[in-house]
């Protein structure tokens, strides 16, 4: 599994998943921080990743309008503030997380198309 981080989670997650041999990206240091949503998720399509994202109401929308137009997404995994603060004292829980949720679905393609939350 391939995955990018939206801009907003703490910018340690990505190099510490690496580190553990994970195929992670952040948004930050693609420089796709500066692309509107659908652009974002454009990208991620086209480099075959996953997004974990905090953003719902937007992507469920871009979502959407892709099913109409029969466009298919790489994978949308959702987190919300509530159980997953996006704090600096959250990396570790994160990085476990994502870790465990990666290693469960190794294939480039294991949510191709799905929404899921961690």
């Not at 790489?74 to 990085?95: A, E, H």
Request: charge should be negative; glycine fraction near 4%; hydrophobic fraction near 40%.
């Amino acid at each position: 599994m391939r995955l990018a981080l939206d801009h907003h989670y703490p910018a340690p997650i990505a190099p510490l998943l690496r580190a553990r041999g994970l195929d992670v990206v952040s948004a930050r240091e693609q420089h796709w921080d500066r692309l509107t949503d659908a652009e974002l998720l454009r990208c991620c399509t086209n480099d075959q990743r996953a997004l974990l994202t905090n953003n719902v109401a937007d992507f469920m929308q871009i979502v959407r309008d892709w099913q109409l137009d029969r466009a298919r997404h790489s994978g949308l995994i959702f987190t919300s503030d509530r159980q997953w603060p996006r704090t600096k004292n959250m990396t570790g829980r994160f990085v476990d997380a994502i870790e465990d949720l990666m290693e469960q679905r190794p294939t480039d393609d294991a949510f191709a198309g799905l929404i899921v939350w961690l």
